[in-house]
């Protein structure tokens, strides 16, 4: 064995050792993760470690145990020395001749039949893991987490947020004065009747596709194919209420919460962990996905309560996603459909159309103020 300080050895005669082979045997000492190219002379009890001509200490082959290692290499550990030192070999014949001298080498079938199952078990286990806590875990942390979120963080985000969602619909927004008036007017009359005491901004964008969208930070978005499709000011206002729904739940943000752990567990399992900026995760999240069953109840819920406290009905909020439904054929795959956000059940239609009522409340915009708003694009 050696004493630990590294010491020149003499050229051994040809009998009792191997010629330097072109393929590099590499050596870690167990202390740190520096490879270090090291010879291999055999001796009668054990092998020599060679780094630039130099002892660096002797392995007997008594100790020897084979030891995880990658596809094509033997690797060594050694009973006696440190035991995180590792000896890696690739050459075929100085395996060949490590194997012959010491019995501990030899491959075992069995032993590697048994550790594939280990790993086979580990593997089918963690999987297991983790759909368990994106299935069961995730959902339960980002019901926790969202109240604790602060309003500043909210409203930075939907700052940041905004500035995608214009670059996405090429920054074409609609700023007719008058449409704008109207649109501020209507989102007022909503928000002071669903008790929302969050500070509301609003953008038309000038595209055909029908939807329409909040962010964090009280921003809500209108596209202006929506608008066209409406044919009353309450069909509008219906869709509004809705997603001021999302906002006063902050649905937006306990989504946000899901999905960033989601995509990161299924990403850990996939092996596909990226650093996708988070104003960019957050603002295809809000447009990508659709928010859960629940949210999407409690968002109807909350319109329909708000356009019975205006004296108008909510049945026109399903008249109207329902009209879209049967003109998209359920919705067109690949678009930004208000359809494809919020998708539209029989059994919600219905629950709007159960809460109609009778008219009692004022015209929510007058027919100059709907026109204006009809025109915001022009």
Not at 27 to 56: A, C, M, T, Y
Not at 69 to 74: N, Q, V
Not at 109 to 137: C, D, H, K, M, P
Not at 357 to 365: H, S, V, Y
Request: hydrophobic content about 45%; proline content about 7%; glycine content about 10%.
């Amino acid at each position: 064995m050696d004493n630990g300080a590294p010491q020149p050895v003499e050229a051994t005669p040809p009998a009792a050792s191997m010629a330097p082979t072109p393929m590099p045997t590499v050596f870690f000492d167990g202390l740190s993760n520096q490879k270090h190219v090291v010879e291999l002379r055999f001796q009668p009890q054990g092998i020599d470690l060679i780094e630039n001509g130099w002892g660096i200490g002797t392995w007997p082959y008594a100790d020897l145990r084979r030891a995880d290692g990658p596809p094509g290499a033997l690797r060594i550990a050694c009973a006696s020395t440190l035991p995180l030192a590792r000896l890696e070999v690739r050459d075929p014949a100085l395996q060949a001749e490590l194997i012959a001298r010491s019995g501990a080498l030899a491959p075992n079938a069995a032993a590697e039949r048994t550790q594939i199952g280990r790993i086979v078990a580990w593997s089918l286990a963690a999987v297991a893991s983790i759909l368990l806590v994106v299935l069961y875990g995730i959902p339960v942390l980002a019901e926790r987490l969202t109240p604790l979120i602060p309003d500043a963080f909210e409203q930075r985000m939907g700052d940041a947020s905004d500035q995608q969602i214009k670059l996405m619909f090429g920054r074409r927004t609609c700023d007719r004065a008058d449409g704008k008036a109207a649109l501020t007017k209507l989102l007022k009359t909503l928000a002071e009747a669903g008790d929302l005491h969050v500070s509301l901004q609003s953008d038309v964008l000038a595209t055909p596709v029908p939807n329409a969208f909040a962010l964090p930070g009280g921003r809500v978005y209108l596209l202006n194919g929506l608008i066209q499709r409406a044919i009353s000011v309450d069909e509008l206002a219906g869709v509004l209420a809705h997603e001021l729904g999302h906002v006063t739940h902050r649905d937006h943000i306990r989504k946000l919460i899901h999905d960033g752990g989601t995509a990161f567990l299924v990403g850990l399992l996939f092996g596909d962990v990226t650093g996708s900026g988070a104003v960019v995760f957050a603002t295809r999240s809000v447009l990508d996905s659709s928010y859960s069953r629940e949210a999407e109840s409690n968002a109807d819920a909350f319109a329909i309560v708000v356009m019975q406290k205006l004296g108008r009905s909510p049945k026109p909020l399903g008249d109207f996603l329902f009209r879209i439904t049967g003109a998209e054929g359920g919705g067109a795959r690949g678009s930004l459909s208000i359809l494809a956000s919020h998708p539209l059940t029989e059994a919600r239609r219905e629950i709007m159309t159960a809460a109609d009522r009778p008219i009692t409340g004022p015209d929510l915009l007058s027919p100059a103020e709907w026109s204006a708003l009809k025109g915001i694009c022009r």
